[in-house]
């Protein structure tokens, strides 16, 4: 199976009470509490172990809302499956569902996000769709009516990631801004403003920005210089930089923190992910989702305990998720649902491998090589010459790992670059495309050591 390129296809996903893991052969694995149906397997038992996800097969991305998940399959298509009172599930009804169905009228997506009661989907056109609960925008359309079927976010071209909050959602685009729309009660939408807002607006001060995430109602961009950006609401000490101050309508660095690689936002605490493979946490600790043996809270970042080699991250209610390189899951905080899916009901304030999950993906085992790039010397010690057949014409250099994550972004105007994108040892897949994000004009594989 061929993972996504999307520069946010996430492999394990947590919100609220419940996790997800795609597996190596494309199927999905959920776990936690199922009310609604959100564990996708025709029933509304909870459970504390991993049980499959009905008729999903080829999925290359997984999200999940406040009860309700979507998976993206390779075709294009999106599926979801759980609560659907706000039309979430967008398959033209509101009525929820204990297995996946498909989403109507939107075809040739890249990447899914999805915010408590609302879905995100962009298209291969750089385009964004959203459906679900809109009081406060949070679709974008220029209205706060709820729709049950995707409708086109308002003025949004060259998106290549999405992320959902609480009633807010976050689009980056190819040239590193970062654009918001919905609620702004807490300065989430990063305006300098508290006025909610229909249509997307530009994060002030923002650029070169590589990935974004959402917390409740905060939200976080990651910059290609490894550094950590946030805005929003901070009562908990979520936003990591030293203070409590409740809103903040303007993005601000996370001071003494570099070397990020992936990011992600929980309810009331926030995860990143370290190129060292080391995973640090900030905000509300109740039940222990910072994994450091501890419940005490913090307005720092502090690492979590015993973990090493990690290369996905996600975070729930009150429970944090990490993937380790060697394909196992592992979990922490409270598990009142199961949602750590280790066989039991007990929250836990240090990491537990979550068990009896399918092998997790880990790697590609295909990779799509044309002969219009080559890259010299490949295995090489970090830094390396890439030249592309014809010469690039304001094209983007795009470093994934093999999680299908971006990492990094240069753009590039010569066939023939250098580039120091400060990578470890390992795999990765570099890929060269047009600036407006439309055209694949080539990528492969290369090893560092």
């Not at 729709?147 to 909050?165: E, F, R």
């Not at 990143?272 to 307005?299: E, H, I, Q, Y």
Request: hydrophobic share 35%; aromatic share 6%.
């Amino acid at each position: 199976m061929t993972l996504s390129l999307s520069s946010n296809a996430q492999t394990i996903a947590a919100r609220e009470y419940n996790s997800f893991s795609i597996c190596g052969d494309g199927s999905v694995m959920a776990w936690g509490s199922n009310g609604s149906g959100q564990l996708g397997n025709g029933t509304s038992t909870d459970s504390n172990v991993p049980t499959p996800v009905s008729s999903l097969s080829s999925v290359v991305s997984v999200a999940a809302g406040q009860s309700h998940a979507i998976a993206l399959k390779t075709d294009g298509s999106v599926w979801t499956w759980g609560n659907n009172f706000n039309g979430q599930l967008g398959n033209g009804s509101n009525k929820k569902s204990l297995l996946p169905v498909v989403v109507s009228g939107v075809s040739d997506i890249k990447a899914v996000a999805a915010g408590y009661s609302h879905t995100l989907a962009l298209k291969n056109d750089g385009t964004v769709w959203a459906w679900g609960f809109n009081t406060d925008g949070e679709l974008g359309n220029g209205t706060s009516s709820d729709s049950n079927i995707p409708v086109k976010v308002t003025g949004l071209t060259g998106i290549i990631a999405v992320a959902g909050g609480y009633e807010h959602s976050l689009a980056l685009k190819s040239d590193g801004t970062v654009w918001a729309f919905g609620l702004n009660s807490s300065g989430q939408l990063g305006n300098g403003a508290y006025s909610s807002s229909y249509v997307p607006v530009q994060v002030t001060g923002l650029s070169g920005i590589t990935a974004i995430a959402c917390g409740y109602e905060n939200s976080l961009a990651l910059k290609n210089d490894g550094t950590l950006w946030v805005w929003g609401y901070n009562s908990f000490g979520q936003l990591g930089n030293g203070t409590n101050t409740q809103r903040n309508p303007l993005a601000s660095q996370v001071s003494n923190l570099t070397d990020i690689i992936a990011i992600a936002g929980g309810e009331k605490h926030t995860l990143v992910l370290k190129k060292d493979g080391t995973v640090w946490a900030s905000g509300d600790n109740v039940s222990g989702p910072f994994g450091n043996g501890t419940t005490v809270a913090s307005n720092v970042f502090v690492k979590m305990n015993s973990l090493t080699g990690i290369t996905a991250i996600s975070a729930g209610y009150r429970h944090s998720l990490a993937l380790k390189n060697d394909g196992t899951l592992w979990a922490c905080g409270t598990n009142v649902f199961g949602e750590l899916g280790n066989a039991t009901n007990a929250e836990s304030h240090v990491p537990v491998q979550v068990t009896g999950l399918c092998t997790a993906v880990t790697a590609l085992s295909e990779i799509a090589q044309p002969s219009g790039i080559s890259v010299y010397p490949d295995p090489c010690k970090g830094n390396f010459t890439i030249d592309v057949k014809d010469g690039p014409q304001n094209s983007n250099l795009e470093i994934y790992n093999l999680m299908g994550q971006r990492l990094y972004l240069q753009k590039i105007s010569n066939s023939k670059t250098d580039v120091n994108p400060g990578l470890t040892v390992g795999a990765y897949l570099i890929r060269v495309v047009s600036s407006n994000g439309q055209k694949n004009q080539s990528q492969r594989l290369i090893v560092t050591e």
